[in-house]
């Protein structure tokens, strides 16, 4: 936020290669977790834009979620956010 004394980026590239600032962040009240809104949080997260705990406070997401969607962005890009590429991979 301006003037906190943060020093936190304006916006960061979000997963389709636009600028993703706060404000096009998913809602606090989303419900429904598609690939590009739980891809936008790991990449603000990531760049800076929100705080780890910011994030979860602000989605009421875990840690370990949270670090579930990173985990699967870094090994499966963001295929790896489709719910049934973690069942899928159980099986092989």
């Not at 993703?20 to 739980?38: C, E, G, M, Y």
């Not at 049934?84 to 092989?92: I, M, P």
Request: charged share 25%; net charge positive.
């Amino acid at each position: 936020m301006p003037g906190d004394g943060r020093n936190m980026p304006d916006y960061v590239v979000g997963p389709d290669g636009r600028m993703l600032r706060l404000s096009d962040l998913p809602s606090n009240d989303t419900k429904r977790w598609v690939i590009q809104r739980k891809a936008e949080v790991v990449i603000a997260v990531q760049g800076g834009l929100i705080s780890l705990d910011e994030a979860c406070a602000r989605y009421r997401l875990s840690v370990e979620e949270y670090l579930s969607w990173q985990h699967a962005i870094a090994r499966h890009g963001l295929d790896g956010l489709r719910a049934g590429h973690l069942h899928d991979r159980r099986q092989h």
